[in-house]
């Protein structure tokens, strides 16, 4: 019978990253702020308004708006504003709950 509590192997360690972590933050910092640029750009574009049910939002409560790609695709992201609508959080998930529940509803039960 093999010994079930044999000890394993102690592995390499990973090498350490020469770049210094000012480095690192900064690439961090730069690859997430595309995401908060096309934000950013889509309420200056389409307002502090949501486009489903017309909440208006404030300084105070903007964060509750939501840039939705209307062909579903979050890397096509137009300068012009043209694939973003703003959405406050209850409309987006109206608004991508509708496939399931009509999915569910025509009796089309994808995994």
């Known amino acids: 019978m093999a010994n079930r509590f044999r000890s394993k192997r102690p592995q390499?360690?990973?090498?350490?990253?020469?770049?210094?972590?000012s480095e690192i933050?900064?690439?961090l910092k730069k690859s997430s702020s595309s995401t908060s640029s096309y934000r950013?750009?889509?309420?200056?574009?389409h307002g502090l308004i949501c486009a489903k049910c017309g909440r208006e939002f404030d300084h105070s409560n903007?964060?509750?708006?939501?840039?939705?790609?209307?062909?579903?695709?979050?890397?096509?992201?137009?300068s012009d504003g043209?694939?973003?609508?703003?959405?406050?959080?209850?409309?987006?998930?109206?608004?991508?709950?509708?496939?399931m529940l009509g999915d569910y509803l025509?009796?089309?039960?994808?995994s």
């Open 12 to 21: 390499p360690m990973k090498k350490a990253s020469d770049k210094p972590a």
């Open 82 to 99: 043209s694939n973003w609508e703003n959405l406050c959080v209850y409309c987006h998930d109206d608004e991508h709950s509708r496939g």
């Open 106 to 110: 025509s009796g089309d039960r994808r």
């Open 62 to 78: 903007r964060h509750l708006l939501t840039v939705h790609h209307k062909d579903s695709n979050s890397k096509n992201n137009p």
């Open 40 to 45: 950013e750009q889509s309420l200056r574009v």
């Open 25 to 27: 933050i900064a690439e």
